[in-house]
């Protein structure tokens, strides 16, 4: 029996018990009533039990323990500052397989991910759910410790948090029954995290590591979608067994009906153009109604070309994108696209609807952060979910614009921010905790920028402190409450400017100090 499943059950035989019990009619023999309501309960919990067998976690290993030195020199090779982010603990890196549904709730498979648990004796940690972006190949993400992103997983561990790294379906140790990976889908999202985060309650369980309840949820680009499929997930599906802390979704496509669909029906030429056949083949691998034969939907060659790419999965995105037209709608069969135009109905946009994430209200924190300059994910995925979910009623949704950086260069200083924001929740190991009020009113904006040695700070309400770190995360300057400084002593060149509120807030931004 799971650990959640456990807890589940007991709370079910009580609350059933107070509930049923009391209505019980009155003359009937009391011992036998007890006995068949405890009959009924049995087989309820036992139905309950055979369901929550898809949460089973199967194995996992330990492949390697990292110290803080160890990621100090890997935040090093991904060009992170070591100044900006301190690990502090030493981080064991599992390897783990589970069971998770993949089209509806009785379609098990298996899947891979990892789990990255701080080392230190008596101290409990806050879960971070990390969501990866893109990816084809399939030897590529946590469990493997292949094609980056993972290590993002490790730099938050080392700082206190024992995160969850899903592979995500088709992908990483990819169950054969999953011919591609699912993209952009809802509900094996969604389901295949919140299994990943049982699993990490059984492991907890059995090697001991503590859990202070906390549950911290992010991820960027098509991460920071399943960010918020796992958040609705398990708002509508499982509250009674996780609460969301807050989220931190970055540069995701949340806005399936208005801002994705401008995507396919745009005329312009677009960095990657594979996102458009990996979802419609993903889609028909899902649903079976967008075509009979995959020369309906692409024309040639790429009707034979692409499909090898994807279902191959020796393939990056970068790789494939390179195979596909630069302007993406051009791989589609003229009737098709013309169909897409022009019927409210077609099949592709019904699927798109379906996935779509921009109805649902949701309950815990939100904080939106994305770059207007995202050459990959519009900027209007994030307001338009801000502008949705705070119209319908959310009632704690936040969003931060980071700029005009493109969609490569906007990852870090969302994941610097995000962090940030976690950590103002999070509940330290002495039982302390940071607090913070919606971040709506923490808008710092630094100008020129570039700029020759003279900034300027607007959007301050509360005293601060600046720091500034060179490229190799070394500090060069700090001041406190000054809304204008001098950087005129340093040499020309990029920066970090680091800015943290007395309330603990935090922002950070890349400086560049020309000649």
């Known amino acids: 029996m799971s650990y959640d499943f456990y807890k589940f059950e007991k709370g079910f035989h009580r609350r059933a018990e107070d509930s049923l019990w009391p209505s019980l009619p009155s003359g009937i023999d009391i011992f036998r009533a007890k006995k068949m309501l405890k009959k009924l309960l049995f087989a309820l919990s036992f139905l309950l039990f055979t369901i929550s067998l898809r949460a089973q976690l199967v194995s996992y290993e330990l492949l390697e323990t990292y110290t803080p030195e160890d990621i100090v020199n890997m935040m090093d090779d991904l060009g992170v500052p070591a100044g900006l982010i301190v690990p502090e603990y030493t ?44 990816q084809a190949k399939r030897m590529s993400g946590a469990s493997t410790r292949n094609g980056g992103q993972w290590e993002v997983g490790m730099i938050f561990a080392s700082t206190g948090y024992t995160v969850t790294m899903v592979d995500n379906l088709g992908l990483g140790f990819a ?94 030429v677009y960095p990657t153009p594979g996102y458009l056949p990996y979802l419609v083949m993903a889609y028909q691998s899902i649903y079976n109604n967008l075509y009979d034969d995959v020369s309906e939907f692409l024309i040639p060659p790429y009707d034979e070309t692409v499909p090898d790419l994807f279902f191959s999965g020796e393939n990056s995105i970068g790789f494939i994108n390179d195979f596909c037209p630069p302007v993406p709608n051009d791989i589609v069969v003229d009737s098709v696209f013309n169909a897409f135009l022009t019927m409210p109905d077609h099949p592709l946009r019904e699927n798109l609807r379906d996935n779509h994430l921009l109805e649902w209200i949701p309950e815990a924190p939100v904080y939106l952060l994305y770059c207007k300059g995202d050459d990959q994910v519009s900027y209007l995925n994030s307001e338009n979910a801000y502008d949705s979910w705070t119209a319908g009623g959310a009632p704690n949704i936040t969003k931060y614009d980071l700029g005009d950086k493109d969609h490569n260069g906007c990852a870090l200083f969302c994941f610097l921010n995000g962090k940030t924001y976690f950590d103002s929740f999070r509940i330290a190991c002495d039982g302390g905790m940071l607090s913070t009020d919606d971040m709506a009113d923490f808008e710092p904006s630094i100008y020129p920028n570039p700029g020759q040695g003279i900034f300027n700070i607007s959007g301050m309400t509360e005293r601060f402190h600046l720091s500034f770190f060179d490229m190799q995360g070394k500090e060069v300057h700090a001041e406190s409450n000054s809304t204008s400084f001098d950087l005129s002593h340093l040499p020309p060149g990029s920066y970090f400017c680091n800015i943290i509120g007395e309330s603990g807030r935090s922002f950070t931004e890349k400086l560049i100090i020309t000649d």
């Open 91 to 134: 981080v064991n890196y599992y390897r783990v397989f589970y069971n998770t549904p993949y089209l509806h709730m009785d379609s098990l498979v298996q899947a891979s991910g990892a789990i990255a648990v701080p080392q230190s004796a008596g101290c409990e940690f806050p879960i971070a759910a990390y969501h990866h972006g893109t």
């Open 175 to 268: 169950d054969p029954r999953v011919p591609i990976h699912p993209y952009i889908h809802e509900f094996s999202a969604g389901h295949t995290s919140v299994d990943m985060l049982r699993s990490c309650r059984m492991m907890a369980d059995s090697l001991g590591f503590e859990l202070n309840g906390q549950l911290f949820l992010f991820g960027y680009s098509q991460g920071g979608y399943d960010t918020m499929a796992t958040q609705k997930t398990i708002e509508e599906l499982y509250a009674d067994e996780f609460t969301v802390t807050a989220s931190a979704p970055m540069s995701g496509p949340y806005d399936l009906v208005e801002a994705q669909v401008d995507l396919i029906i745009s005329e312009e």
